[in-house]
């Protein structure tokens, strides 16, 4: 059975604290992982996919990263705007997107 | 990307009585799913919307209780039967342009059973 783990559940940095955050996957002949933000009451605005291990996409302050058994998101100098859940999902050779629970990351000003 | 929309955003039912959400997308797309989002869980897909045919539903969910239809690429419905509040849930409508892209979410239908 596909498994995707998400770490920490909640992360609090302050503007500018980089960090990173973390995707543990087992998902059998992995398609893609995805990375989603979710804003509170709103549905998931798609991110990133990555493909193979080894490769990175940016996307302003966020880059994301992918190995054989993880992926992780890395903030770079996050600001308050940055506030969201992060969801990391596993797409296996059936299609199916299997998520992980998520990061709630706050970012204090 | 395609953009999604559900309605209703939310709503409050009685429990045994049914709901049915709508989904359109603003293109023509391959896939449409629905998920269900409880708080403080992943996003659980309920079932695959196939078009022109019977949609295929994930371990746990039967079509007697999640009746979907899916008339054309663009649309989708999503009916919650029978309702207790156990159901009491966020729905979410997705779409991608093929089996393995990217999806793209609706802002999901919150529904509270009394």
């Known amino acids: 059975e596909d498994q995707v783990t998400q770490s920490p559940e909640a992360l609090r940095l302050q503007e500018g604290e980089s960090s990173s955050l973390n995707c543990s996957y087992t998902?059998?002949?992995?398609?893609?992982l995805f990375w989603y933000r979710q804003d509170p009451g709103k549905g998931p605005e798609f991110l990133f996919t990555?493909?193979?291990a080894g490769e990175e996409k940016e996307k302003e302050r966020l880059k994301a990263t992918l190995t054989k058994k993880e992926s992780f998101l890395h903030i770079t100098a996050p600001k308050p705007e940055d506030s969201a859940t992060y969801l990391c999902?596993?797409?296996?050779?059936?299609?199916?997107?299997?998520f992980g629970k998520g990061t709630l990351l706050t970012v204090n000003p | 990307s395609a953009v999604i929309s559900q309605k209703p955003s939310r709503d409050i039912c009685q429990r045994g009585t049914s709901l049915t959400i709508q989904c359109q997308v603003d293109?023509?797309?391959?896939?449409m799913f629905w998920y269900r989002q409880q708080p403080g869980q992943s996003l659980t897909l309920i079932a695959t919307?196939?078009?022109?045919?019977?949609?295929?539903?994930e371990s746990g969910f039967v079509i007697d209780k999640f009746p979907i239809s899916r008339p054309n690429l663009t649309f989708s419905t999503l009916t919650v039967s029978n309702m207790s509040p156990e159901d009491s849930s966020i729905y979410l409508c997705?779409?991608?342009?093929?089996?393995?892209?990217?999806?793209?979410f609706g802002p999901g239908t919150r529904l509270t059973v009394t």
């Open positions: 997705s779409a991608a342009s093929g089996r393995f892209d990217e999806q793209y």
């Open positions: 919307a196939n078009q022109g045919s019977e949609a295929t539903y």
């Open positions: 990555l493909y193979s």
């Open positions: 293109s023509q797309v391959t896939m």
């Open positions: 998902v059998s002949g992995l398609r893609g």
């Open positions: 999902g596993g797409g296996g050779s059936n299609y199916k997107l299997t």
